[in-house]
């Protein structure tokens, strides 16, 4: 059963760049949409990104449009999210998940594989 490790936050001050990861491991990430998701203490699972393994069709919430970019390595059967402009708004816990196919959709209940988040901090 594939299992899902994000890395890569910390804290930062506003303006400044982070790239988060998600490594699989007992499975494939391919023939799999994987998204990224995360939540502010007191608030809703919010969808952030989303990349379609094959093709890398994207799709971005309107909050991060323009400042976060995914991509994957199909090597390392990793999924890549570079947060640049960071601002104090996007703090929050970062999730990776799988989809339970290709297709991309911003609705978490299309994930069934959850990662266990990484703390993002931006401070002002």
């Known amino acids: 059963q594939v299992q899902l490790v994000e890395s890569g936050g910390g804290l930062v001050q506003a303006g400044a760049s982070l790239r988060l990861s ?6 494939t990430l391919s ?4 998204g990224w998701f995360r939540q502010a203490p007191g608030k809703e699972r919010e969808f952030v990104a ?3 393994w094959f ?6 919430a309107d909050s991060v449009k323009g400042r976060f970019t995914l991509s994957r390595d199909n090597a390392k059967n990793t999924v890549y999210l570079q947060m640049n402009s960071l601002k ?18 911003r609705d978490k ?3 069934d594989r ?8 931006v401070s002002s």
């Open 55 to 60: 093709g890398g069709t994207t799709d971005y």
């Open 109 to 111: 209940n299309q994930y």
């Open 22 to 27: 998600c490594a699989a491991s007992g499975g």
């Open 88 to 105: 104090p708004e996007d703090t929050a816990t970062y999730y990776c998940a799988r989809g339970r196919s290709q297709a991309i959709f």
């Open 31 to 34: 023939y799999y949409a994987m």
């Open 114 to 121: 959850w990662g266990q988040g990484t703390q993002v901090t």
């Open 50 to 52: 989303a990349i379609r």
